[in-house]
C-alpha cells in the first residue's frame, strides 16, 4: 500500500493534529510506501513571514520525529523541494474546469465570508491533488474536511487519464480519519488554530503545559455536586490518553461528587504528561541537532524526487512534452 500525507506548518502542532493525523501517520509508516511532506508551498496562502515559515517547518519536521515517525520507515520531505510538483500543478491546472473549483469549500467560506480569496486559495486543491498523484498515492489518510479535494483529485487523474488516453496517474482513496471531530479545545469547540482554543504538543516548559490544561472551560458546579463526564471536555480529552479502568474510575468520581474540576485537570495533564513524556525528551535532543534533521529532510526530497520524476515524465509523455532525464 502507498499511502501520502501533507501537514502544512501553520504554527505549532496541537492534540487535534496530533490524534487526527500524526498519530495514523505513525501507524501507516510501515508500509510499501509512505511518504509525508511538510506542505510549505500551500502554507504561503496564509503565513507571509519568511522567518516565521522557515521556523513553523522546521518546528514540523522536528515536532514529527519526535513524536515516533522513524524516517527509516517513512518519507519525510519539504513539499518546497520538490519542483515536479509544480510543473504537474501546471499539467493539471490545464485540463481543471473552473465550476470544479467554484465549489470547493475553502474557497467558498472564505468568499462567504467576504475575505479575499486570491489564486493560491482558488487553485489549492490542483496543488494538492499534485502532491497526491505524483506519488503514485492510494491512500491518503484525512480529515473529514479534505474528502472534497480527494474527490478533486481523482476527477482530475481521471480526466487526464481519458483526455490524454492513458492510465497516467493512479486514482486514490480518502481514508477519513474519525478522531478529527473528537478532540475539544480548551474551550469545548473543537481544537483548531482558527478558534485559538488549541492545547500545543510541545509546551516550553511543563508550568506553561499544565496551565494551557487548568484553563479549559467547565461549568459552574461546586465540588460536591456530581457531575457528568460524558459532558465535560476534560474528561473528553483523558479519553486519549487513558485505559478503560482508568475512564471508569474518574467517571464514577464525576458522578459521585466531591471531585472539582481542578482535580480532573491535574489527571489530565499527568495522564497527558506520561504519553508525551518519551516525545518531549526526543524534542530536546532534536533541537540540539539541526543539521541531522536537515539531512532526514534532504535524504527524504531525494527519495521522494526519484518517483516524482517518474510520474512526471509519463505525465509530460502523455502530453507530447519532452521527457528530461532525471536529475
Not at 509544480?86 to 465570508?113: N, S
Not at 484525512?142 to 482530475?156: A, K, P, S
Not at 492545547?199 to 456530581?226: A, G, L, Q, Y
Request: hydrophobic share 40%; net charge negative.
Amino acid at each position: 500500500m502507498k499511502v501520502l500525507s501533507g501537514i502544512q506548518p501553520t504554527g505549532r502542532f496541537h492534540w487535534g493534529n496530533y490524534f487526527g493525523a500524526i498519530q495514523q501517520y505513525i501507524a501507516l509508516q510501515d508500509n510499501e510506501q509512505a511518504f509525508y511532506f511538510i506542505a510549505d508551498f500551500h502554507a504561503l496562502t496564509t503565513v507571509r513571514d519568511r522567518d516565521l515559515l522557515k521556523g513553523f517547518t522546521q518546528d514540523a519536521a522536528i515536532d514529527l520525529l519526535s513524536l515516533g515517525l522513524n524516517p527509516e520507515q517513512a518519507t519525510l520531505f519539504r513539499q518546497s523541494d520538490i519542483p515536479e510538483v509544480t510543473e504537474l500543478t501546471w499539467l493539471l491546472m490545464t485540463l481543471t474546469q473552473m465550476h470544479l473549483l467554484e465549489k470547493c469549500h475553502a474557497y467558498k467560506d472564505k468568499k462567504a465570508k467576504g475575505l479575499a480569496a486570491d489564486a493560491g486559495l482558488f487553485t489549492y486543491p490542483v496543488l494538492m491533488a499534485a502532491d497526491i498523484l505524483i506519488y503514485d498515492s492510494e491512500v491518503v489518510p484525512v480529515g473529514l474536511d479534505q474528502v472534497q479535494h480527494i474527490e478533486v483529485t481523482r476527477d482530475l487523474a481521471q480526466r487526464f487519464n481519458t483526455i490524454y488516453g492513458r492510465e497516467v496517474f493512479v486514482l486514490p482513496e480518502a481514508r477519513v480519519l474519525e478522531t478529527t471531530a473528537k478532540v475539544p479545545g480548551t474551550d469545548g469547540d473543537k481544537m483548531s488554530k482558527s478558534y485559538g482554543n488549541i492545547i500545543e504538543v510541545f509546551h516550553p516548559t511543563p508550568k506553561k503545559f499544565r496551565k494551557k490544561i487548568m484553563s479549559i472551560k467547565t461549568d459552574s458546579k461546586t465540588v460536591e455536586e456530581p457531575k457528568d463526564p460524558e459532558s465535560c471536555a476534560v474528561y473528553t480529552l483523558a479519553k486519549l490518553f487513558s485505559t478503560s479502568e482508568q475512564l471508569e474510575e474518574l467517571a464514577a468520581r464525576y458522578r459521585a461528587g466531591g471531585m472539582g474540576y481542578g482535580d480532573a485537570k491535574q489527571y489530565l495533564y499527568d495522564r497527558a504528561m506520561d504519553y508525551f513524556g518519551p516525545a518531549f525528551e526526543k524534542r530536546a535532543e532534536l533541537e540540539q541537532k539541526p543539521g541531522e534533521v536537515e539531512d532526514i529532510l534532504q535524504a527524504g526530497a531525494a527519495k521522494a524526487r526519484v518517483k516524482a520524476q517518474e510520474v512526471l515524465s509519463r505525465a509530460r509523455d502523455a502530453c507530447g512534452l519532452a521527457i528530461h532525464k532525471p536529475s
